[in-house]
């Protein structure tokens, strides 16, 4: 079975501090997707990469930064932290050229 | 840009009912179409999908129908189970630069009381 882990289901931050949210999928799979997940608003993309080292933005980039180093793991930047962006967020794999994507269970980011 | 549109919730329910969750979508090309289901405390699974006019995906007693004249791509079940329970999430595929992107709708929220 594919798996996509979130290194935390929960995390409080305070204001201005650097957030790091890390993924890791198990299935050599090429594609790795960051969203934010919003009630009302659905799933929105933050970034994506389809290879190493390679990153491309999404629908709502601003705020984030991303970094994939390593083809298994996708991390996830808050550069610095703001209260609207208080949110789940959620990972996701896929092999090139497939649609089917596989999420990780999220992880719920509160920022006071 | 192409669009999912699913309609508003939250739904409610009784165990056994006949569920319908509509979803219409906007798209240039000719997308696949997908539901997936979250349930409580957990991220998204696909539930079916559908990759060209006509098809027919399903799944756990869950269908859904490709239908290019009306762009639509409604959730059916004819009998709900309280364990349906779960947020349900219609959404498109769209090809680019390599990765297929996927665009989702709001989500739908669905309760079945026993």
């Known amino acids: 079975d594919v798996k996509v882990t979130q290194s935390s289901r929960y995390l409080v931050k305070r204001t201005g501090e650097k957030v790091f949210l890390e993924c890791v999928q198990d299935?050599?799979?090429?594609?790795m997707f960051w969203y934010r997940q919003d009630p009302g608003l659905g799933l929105r993309l933050i970034y994506f990469?389809?290879?190493?080292?390679?990153?491309e933005k999404g629908d709502i980039p601003e705020g984030y930064s991303v970094s994939r180093e390593k083809k298994e793991r996708f991390s996830l930047i808050l550069e610095s932290a703001s209260t609207n962006q208080t949110s789940m967020y959620l990972c996701?794999?896929?092999?090139?050229?497939?649609?089917?994507?596989?999420f990780g269970p999220g992880t719920r980011l509160t920022v006071l | 840009g192409d669009s999912v549109t699913q309609m508003e919730g939250p739904v409610t329910l009784s165990e056994e009912a006949f569920l319908t969750i509509n979803c219409t979508y906007t798209?240039?090309?000719?997308?696949?179409l997908f539901w997936y289901v979250q349930y409580p405390g957990e991220g998204l699974q696909l539930l079916l999908k559908?990759?060209?006019?006509?098809d027919k995906g399903s799944n756990k007693g869950f269908e859904a129908t490709y239908r290019k004249e009306t762009t639509s791509f409604h959730l059916e079940k004819g009998s709900v189970q309280v364990s349906d329970s779960a947020v349900y999430f219609c959404?498109?595929?769209?090809?680019?630069?390599?990765?297929?992107?996927?665009?989702f709708g709001q989500g739908t929220r669905l309760t079945i009381n026993p």
């Open positions: 996701a794999s896929s092999y090139v050229g497939a649609d089917t994507q596989y």
């Open positions: 299935m050599d799979h090429e594609n």
């Open positions: 990469s389809y290879d190493v080292k390679m990153k």
């Open positions: 798209a240039t090309g000719y997308p696949s």
């Open positions: 559908a990759t060209k006019a006509d």
């Open positions: 959404a498109l595929s769209d090809r680019s630069q390599g990765a297929q992107k996927l665009v």
